[in-house]
């Protein structure tokens, strides 16, 4: 995508200034919110961020002023929590874990027996964290994008409380969570690439939700769309304004890499599931 010039105020990312208006932070912002860790009791469990350690959830906090982390999250967090949430506001939501935990990554040290080198000085990737720096913009009105939401969003609904499931994965920027009863699968950057122009993603998607399905179903099925963005390569018509973002055509896409059972396989280990071979891939 390049770089992105814009009219948001540039300010450092530090741990003295709020991570969405840059004014001094006077409160932290729980990445995964309280009402979410009391639910599951996460508060002392371990989740595995980039650098392959282990943090506690409760450490997962970024500085934020009150007025953001109060009003602005407040109430995007109370639409996610009693499952009030559209596409738009899942995807503002998703934008906040996935820009929140590669900001963490900017603070965390790569390794930390060799001190020195933060996380993000190792994956830097064309700059993604200012490009979704921007897309969290999207939730002051500062910044705006088309189409809205500009990342594909997937929900999923349980009769039962499912247990709580975490994955982030950076290379497709996406987020996989299971708040219970509702689970979402965001692709944050796609310009809505996988709901709308993925070629048998939004068929299975289609499938899976017209009948009973299971957790282990929508774990495959996020599996599939992981394993095709390994496949393809793609790029998105944009015009960039400086005030906002939008895709002016469909993405271009081109597959780069052959079917690689082995990687699929290695993708579905990763998320705990076993594939059975029924030649379900393409
Ligand atoms: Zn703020």
């Known amino acids: 995508m390049g770089g992105i010039k814009s009219e948001l105020i540039e300010f450092d990312l530090t741990k003295e200034n709020c991570f969405v208006c840059g004014k001094p932070a006077d409160t932290v912002e729980h990445l995964f919110p309280k009402w979410l860790q009391n639910k599951f009791n996460l508060w002392d469990q371990d989740i595995t961020v980039s650098n392959q350690t282990n943090v506690k959830y409760r450490q997962l906090i970024i500085p934020a002023c009150k007025k953001c982390n109060n009003v602005t999250y407040g109430q995007l967090e109370q639409k996610i929590k009693s499952n009030k949430a559209d596409e ?64 594909s969003v997937f929900k999923f609904e349980f009769e039962e409380e ?13 987020i996989y969570i299971c708040l219970g009863k509702v689970l979402y699968i965001v692709f944050v950057t796609d310009g809505q690439l996988m709901k709308k122009e993925a070629s048998g993603i939004i068929e299975d998607y289609n499938s899976i939700i017209s009948k009973d399905y299971k957790i282990q179903d929508v774990l495959f099925f996020y599996a599939k769309c992981v394993y095709y963005l390994e496949q393809h390569k793609y790029s998105n018509p944009i015009v960039f304004s400086g005030k906002g973002i939008a895709k002016i055509g469909s993405s271009t896409l081109r597959k780069t890499k052959p079917l690689d059972k082995e990687m699929f396989n290695a993708i579905c280990e990763r998320f705990g599931i076993t594939w059975i071979d029924e030649s379900t891939l393409k």
Do not use: M, V
Request: charged share 25%.
């Open 88 to 151: 738009k506001d899942i995807w503002r939501w998703a934008n906040k874990l996935h820009f929140g935990l590669r900001l963490k990554d900017t603070f965390l040290e790569a390794d930390r027996k060799n001190p020195g080198k933060k996380i993000s000085d190792i994956y830097e990737l064309n700059d993604a964290l200012e490009q979704s720096r921007h897309y969290l913009h999207c939730i002051t009105g500062e910044f705006s994008c088309y189409p809205d939401p500009f990342g």
């Open 162 to 174: 499912q247990s709580f499931n975490f994955i982030h994965i950076l290379q497709s920027s996406s």
